[in-house]
């Protein structure tokens, strides 16, 4: 019993909806597209601030909240890390994971959530203080604190 349970919860944090498999593994060299209701660039700083209504897309991946900040390398110029807070849900296919802040760092191919995050697939999910996905090495970290412990509901999905 114990280990379809550990499959499954495997499967439900890290699986296709924040890291795939085979040909359909995170591909990091995707565009991004992010549409916002304002844009503000910090040369200086090599922030990008997204403000209000976020939604940023890469791939099948869709990421929604309240302000969305891309950090980029001083020299190059690509995107280092990817910060959003508020309201924050990150969709792919039936999985949703929310909370109240997202840090995905993209050369390490990382994301990890804060703020009361939770894992979905219909009625199943996790939840803890803080959960990190490695997309590449599929695998994942939930972590409790205090009096915030970890917590897992999976439903029967009926004779196998």
Avoid: C
């Amino acid at each position: 019993m114990k280990l379809p349970i550990l499959f499954f919860l495997l499967v439900m944090i890290s699986g296709p909806a924040l890291a795939q498999t085979g040909a359909d593994k995170f591909q990091r060299d995707l565009p991004v597209d992010v549409a916002a209701d304002r844009l503000e660039v910090e040369d200086v700083t090599g922030r990008v601030n997204f403000i209000g209504r976020v939604v940023a897309t890469q791939g099948d991946l869709t990421i929604y909240s309240n302000r969305m900040t891309l950090f980029l390398h001083p020299e190059s110029r690509d995107v280092e890390r990817v910060e959003a807070v508020g309201n924050v849900r990150i969709v792919q296919g039936e999985r949703v994971a929310t909370g109240d802040r997202g840090v995905f760092f993209r050369h390490e191919a990382r994301i990890v959530l804060t703020g009361a995050p939770r894992v979905h697939q219909g009625d199943d999910f996790i939840s803890g203080e803080e959960i990190i996905v490695f997309l590449e090495e599929e695998r994942s970290v939930v972590r409790g604190s205090g009096d915030e412990r970890v917590r897992a509901v999976f439903h029967p999905k009926g004779d196998r």
